[in-house]
């Protein structure tokens, strides 16, 4: 519950419209897009300027009360569940584009844009924001930054930290910072910009950002590869990139999520393989034709059975979008989807889809796996139902495994998801006990009160040490 | 000077021949490439392995003594004058290449590698490692992520920063950490790697790191296009990079610089010119073609009163090794350089370039001012004599001026240099006072005692407030 007085000093920043203590709002801001997790918050404020913000967490920190800032809530790691009696603050209402520099190539919004809407703006004046999370058409950008979020163009142009030239930043006190700018190198002090990219809201909230654009690229193609077992694939995957050809998407489906994908879309995926690759490459249309022509030999070279090729741009577009709802077609099910993101070195993709069938296998659970070949990162989908407590249990005995699996093959964790609370227990299986104190003090350093959404990336009941057996 | 007791301590680490306490070594040890900066440390030693660098330092975190990490020196910020009876340690005897992975475009180094020897090795795999600062042919790659090192391809390409994958590091306590990995998305916790690159050596000892490489271009063009004022010449850069052309260079050099130049390399520069772009395309031929035939009429178009096409990449390259080589030229006219990195949005660069005259004509100075057109990092290079004292200071209050009007311009006090002993006076001017509180807590968050490199990035006396007026 939430002081009397500390209501009356919150409806003073922002009026009694956009501060809500009602039990419907406080309920509809409990959760994210994270299964298992859910907080009842204290109260959910709506800032509409810097300044507010800056009131707020002066508020805050006065009264050593924790908050969360959130856009969506689509976030996959359970990060803007609230803390327990804590603030919710809902940065849509800061969804101003404030300005398209077309001369240096940036854009500077507020956190509130959803990203599509910044990839809309800037395409129609020729310029790019590579950054495609699969929730781009619901998610802020705001959101975006503080998970880094990637996406399936990740291999070719990077994530959301490749794209952020300098942020407004609220600290936990109401300090407001400026970082970075319009600038393609600035190495003036330590690189605050893109320590904040990724920070889950433990440092700041962030209020502005100034994002890098690039040229859009003249023209795309996509095709389609299908094989009948997992390593064929993989082996196209090497080898292509060891031709120095690196297709702006190369995604990974398995064989569950063919059919279900299939099943929903009816885009003509074959659900009869073990494996297809999604492949696109864009660029000038001489070299897009080029590399798609040796793209289509390499992989007839390394035993895909068929190849669909798509005929026009907007039909490329097509089996990528379905690429994206695969989270949509795999949620039509079961009742609950676990959707995991451990990425590894990505020549061991092929071991690692191993490693996961077997775990899916020891523990009796449905898992599908799709992903981006490319980077190595690997989104295993567990369809579940949260009210079956012995399914649930086996499933995070089964994630532990993955996790573990995937730092013995030299990976990680998380790779655009983040940690939130969901990861937090395993953390320390990939930096170590050190650097995770090291990780401590900069959260300190920022938020010494611990007011910023606390209890996400750092927990104090860390999983048993199985990742380095 | 060092006591006896931990001069017994360093030597059974290393043994006598890699600690040095002799006044020759101590005092060659004294300075590096910035000049006007010296002070002598009380010894030097030199570790040979990750093992040797941790004893080293919890002898150092034991006594408290102030320790600097270096490879060659060759940093222009005075980041590797050591501290006051301060110990020196090099790390060019850790100098191999551990591992070239071509499946996963990765090389493994460590900190003493020189960053040519990266080029040449990768290279010949028809793999690319993209930062190229002028001083690569001597700068060791541990340097060069200590500082951030941006180059000339820092516009395409990114700089240091964009291609560290992961580090091995030491704590000031001897406590060793790793940090991501063979890995293109990794958001396990906050993001230590772009942390530690550009942190100057004030946070860690980098003992490994893991380098993303990606496919060599196939071709380069370049050529130089001649131009009678300022204006003209920042103009074409815009417009070519209006038109979605990224060129992988794109030098700027004053009238000055190209006199200095031509007369220490002879590559036919035209000494009578205002200004000068120097501008190489990278890529499938096709597309370099293509490029360069648009770049030519956009140069003609924007007043180019002639342009210089290499007829061969050799050629090519020979006009950049001249652009390279801008530092050594200068050097030979007065006997000392001081050598500036400020850098703006790159709409502001003709603004800029003249403020930079009219601040040495103010006081009266004789500044030549080269770098890269494409990110608006110039390079304003004070030629002087330290031994005119009058002169140094005229020369100080100039760049003080000029990191004032670069800050006015949306810019910042260095792009690619560091900020070191040199600008810590005026690194608040670019952070604000409240981001440099985060930054000296995150300092505090990895070495508490501050026995690293103590002294840089942060001052006691900071410049008067200057920037802001």
Redesign the interface.
């Known amino acids: 519950m939430i002081s009397s007085e500390i209501q009356a000093e919150l409806t003073a920043i922002v009026g009694e419209k956009r501060f809500r203590t009602d039990p419907e709002t406080r309920i509809s801001h409990s959760y994210d897009a994270t299964p298992l997790y859910q907080t009842l918050p204290a109260g959910v404020i709506y800032p509409t300027s810097t300044e507010e913000v800056q009131d707020i967490l002066r508020i805050a920190s006065k009264h050593s009360m924790p908050i969360v800032g959130r856009g969506s809530g689509s976030n996959l790691s359970a990060d803007t569940v609230p803390p327990e009696d804590g603030l919710v603050m809902v940065m849509t209402h800061m969804n101003r584009i404030l300005e398209l ?5 940036t854009i500077t919004v507020q956190p509130g844009v959803y990203t599509q809407k910044i990839h809309d703006t800037v395409e129609k004046e ?1 310029l790019f924001y590579p950054p495609d999370p699969s929730s781009m058409a619901i998610s802020t950008i705001g959101g975006n930054i503080a ?2 979020s ?1 996406g399936l163009r ?2 070719k142009y ?2 959301t ?2 794209y952020v030239l300098g942020l407004e930043a609220v ?1 936990a006190n109401g ?5 970075g ?12 910009t ?2 904040l ?3 889950e809201g433990t ?1 700041a909230i962030i209020t502005e950002a100034t994002l890098k654009l ?3 690229p003249e023209s795309r193609r996509a095709l389609v590869a299908h094989y009948t077992d997992l390593d064929t694939a993989a082996r196209t995957v ?1 080898h292509i ?2 031709e ?3 297709p702006c998407t190369l995604e990974f489906m398995d064989q569950k999520t063919i059919q279900v994908v299939e099943e929903y879309a009816h885009i003509g995926l074959p659900k009869e393989m073990a494996a297809i690759l999604l492949i696109e490459q864009d660029g ?1 249309p ?2 897009v034709e ?1 590399d798609l022509r040796r793209i289509r030999e390499i992989c007839h070279e390394n035993g895909a059975t068929h190849l669909d090729v798509a005929q026009t741009e907007a039909e490329g577009t097509r089996v990528m979008a379905a690429r994206r709802n695969a989270l949509a077609a795999l949620a039509r099910l079961r009742p609950t989807l676990i959707l995991e993101d451990t ?5 061991e993709i092929a071991s690692m889809v191993r490693e996961i069938n077997r775990i899916a296998d020891q523990y009796q659970l449905n898992i599908c796996t799709f992903g ?1 070949a490319g ?3 690997l989104h295993p989908t567990l369809l579940t139902d949260a009210r079956d407590p012995n399914e649930i249990q086996r499933g995070e005995q089964a994630f532990a495994d993955i996790f573990a699996a995937a730092i013995r093959l ?10 939130g609370l969901a ?1 937090a227990p395993y ?1 320390e299986w ?3 006990r ?3 104190e ?5 959260k ?3 938020d010494p009160q611990g007011i910023l959404n606390p209890g996400k ?1 750092f927990t104090d009941t860390p999983s048993r040490e199985r990742g380095k057996a």
């Not at 520099?101 to 190539?105: I, V």
């Not at 300090?175 to 970082?179: A, G, L, V, Y």
């Open positions: 520099d077309r001369e240096n190539h020729g998970e880094c990637g990740g291999l990077g994530t930290k490749d600290l300090e407001r910072i400026q970082t700018g319009k600038l393609y190198k600035d190495v003036a002090g330590y690189d605050l893109k320590l990219v990724g920070s440092l690039i040229p859009l090497s990139l060891s120095g050809i690196i000038p001489v070299v080029q990425t590894v070195p990505r020549s981006h980077d190595g990162n030299g990976g990680t964790i998380t790779g655009e998801h983040g940690v990861k953390l990939k930096t170590g050190i650097a995770l090291v990780m401590k003090g900069i300190k350093a920022f990336i």
